[in-house]
């Protein structure tokens, strides 16, 4: 089209009787539906039926309480306007991100919450073994006390304290165990703050 057939902002704003700063925030608004194009100034300029949508934009804005928000998504109801399908697509992408991690969240809960059933019943094993341990000592003393040492035999002092050492072995696995369950559990419950290099690295440091 020629220059001159184009109309001007501040054409357009005579002619629509509003403030020319006015048409060119609808343009920013609408502009995928009042289609402007641009002088060699990188001005706006308008056709007569880009006029005519300006028109009809300031005849819905005239609508009690109506604001160019609510006139942008009545044009994209009725098909006039593309919607914001990459902003729609964002926020479902964001939807979809947060429920994941949020599954991710409780079913690192729900592991943790199972490490500590684990090491709360070693620890209670770990109690008994302890108080076997300890039986066992207090046998071997009151056997002491009861007869001369010179009477005991060795095979009834030599069968005592291969008791005690089995229960101390049973007593250092125990041990073992409730630490390495510790670790673990400590190490799972950071594992959400640590980079993936260091993930791999924390959990073979446990062995």
């Known amino acids: 089209m020629n220059q001159a057939a184009y109309i001007t902002t501040r054409e357009a ?36 039926d880009s006029l005519l949508r300006l028109a009809e934009i300031k005849n819905r804005l005239q609508e009690p309480s109506k604001s160019m928000k609510q006139v942008r998504e009545d044009l994209m109801r009725e098909g006039k306007l593309r919607g914001d399908q990459a902003f729609q697509k964002s ?14 969240l409780i079913e690192s809960m729900e592991n943790v919450g199972d490490m500590m059933e684990e090491l709360f019943d070693r620890m209670e094993r770990l ?12 046998d071997m003393e009151q056997k002491l006390i009861a007869v001369n040492y010179d009477k005991v035999s060795s095979n009834e002092v ?6 005690i050492r089995k229960k101390q072995d049973q007593l250092r696995i125990e041990l073992r165990n409730v630490n390495f369950t510790q670790r673990l559990t400590s190490a799972t419950s950071e594992q959400g703050l640590l980079p993936r290099r260091q993930k791999k ?5 446990m062995f």
Not at 201 to 205: N, T
């Open 158 to 163: 030599q069968q005592m304290f291969e008791d």
């Open 13 to 48: 704003a005579e002619r629509l009787q509003v403030h020319a700063r006015t048409v060119r925030k609808w343009i920013d608004t609408f502009e995928e539906y009042i289609c402007p194009d641009w002088n060699e100034r990188g001005h706006y300029v308008l056709t007569e």
């Open 201 to 205: 690295a924390r959990f073979f440091g």
């Open 127 to 138: 109690e008994d073994h302890m108080f076997s341990l300890f039986d066992s000592f207090e």
């Open 91 to 104: 926020e479902e992408e964001n939807s979809n991100d947060t429920a994941k991690t949020l599954t991710y």
